[in-house]
């Protein structure tokens, strides 16, 4: 097969100039994969920064309320909340390989951001981050955490200002700085080698929750759900269970208000997407009938991409993973469900994962064991989650917040 090539998706779309880039990229991913100590560095570094192997919890009230075996895999315990620890510490870890200095990323909510800005420091790299200026408006607590962290934040006033004029930005950066630069991706998307790289390093998550549930309940799963944007967490889960093909692998994209292009970002689940390049590679994107991209929708805004993984647009194709959907709506009805039963906050991305689970447990057999993917914690959420639950307390905290700050600039322009 095709290096970098998923059936017919994935490749390496990319300016002449980024060539020689991508090429000593491929080698040392290449080298690193290859050799078993850089593995043992990352895992060690996961186990004692990042508090790996995240458990696998037993999620004892919903178990029994859907007489089911309901399992959760807890990536919101990671440093930062989220998976995308796992991803950017090993990136962090070939870039020192590499002998480069400085990272980039793009950030549409600000979540890769943070967690790119954390490795920086960890790592003693300097750091800069790209988003769209609508963007950094809407994220401040976001922006906050990475300037706090030491990255350099710079808004991009271009086009929509919003997440893919940030990449075109970190593009434009890294034809200029490539030499002492890697620009640090945020999921299994984007030229060759970074599907299958991120992949990679989820894989970590898939491969404990095999040994665990092995451990706990002596047997494999028979469903594992898992919400998919770029599909970095799904893909980090479902790899180790790949050749098992009596498990089933259930993808949740993001349904949004409904399926009308526009209206979501489900690329796969309502066959919205068609097959294009952009971005570097090839998959199904949300795009109108000339190729341009549309506009998407979710009350998360990690699931709010036009492109999905291309390794997962195989897996669709070829039948291995079933792709649905969940509208927003399931998908706060959903959190609210998990807080109560489970005392768990669950990031909006991740309860869509929850959402697809919840809406299919009650038709499941006896005998089925479940395994939810918890991608991340919902903290980073509040203002999103206290507003789609219309709470009036938080409204007025938010209120007697603005007036404070009102009054002490009045104050000090006087
Ligand atoms: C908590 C969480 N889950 C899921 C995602 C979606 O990304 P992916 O599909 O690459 O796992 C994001 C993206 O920001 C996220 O923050």
New binding site residues.
Partial sequence: MNKGYFGSFGGMFIPEILQETFRRLIEAYEAARADPEFWQEYLSLMENYSGRPTPLTFAENLSRQYNTRVYLKR??LNQT????AN?VMGQGLLVKRMGKRRVIAE???G??GVATATMAARLGLECVIYMGAEDVDRQRPNVFWMEQLGATVVPVTAGSRTLKDAINEALRDWVGSMDDTHYVL????GAHPFPEM?AWF?SIIGEEARAQILKLEGRLPTHIY???????????IFQAFLPETRVELIGVEAGGKGNQLGQHAARLAFEGGKVGVAHGYKTFFLQNSDGQMRDTHSV????D?VG??PILAHLHQEGRVRFEAATDGEVVAALKELMAQEGII?????S?AVAGALRELPDLADDSLVIINL???GD?DIFTIADALDDAKWRGFIQHKAAHYAAMDSESNR
Avoid: F, I, P
Wanted: a neutral charge.
């Fill in positions: 990536e919101d909340g989220a998976h995308k991803n950030t549409g909510a979540q890769h945020g999921t299994a998307c991120v989820q898992a919400c998919v944007g770029g599909g970095s967490n799904a893909l980090g998360a805004a990690g699931l991409y999905v993984s669950a990031a909006l991305e991740s869509h991608s991340g914690r980073k």
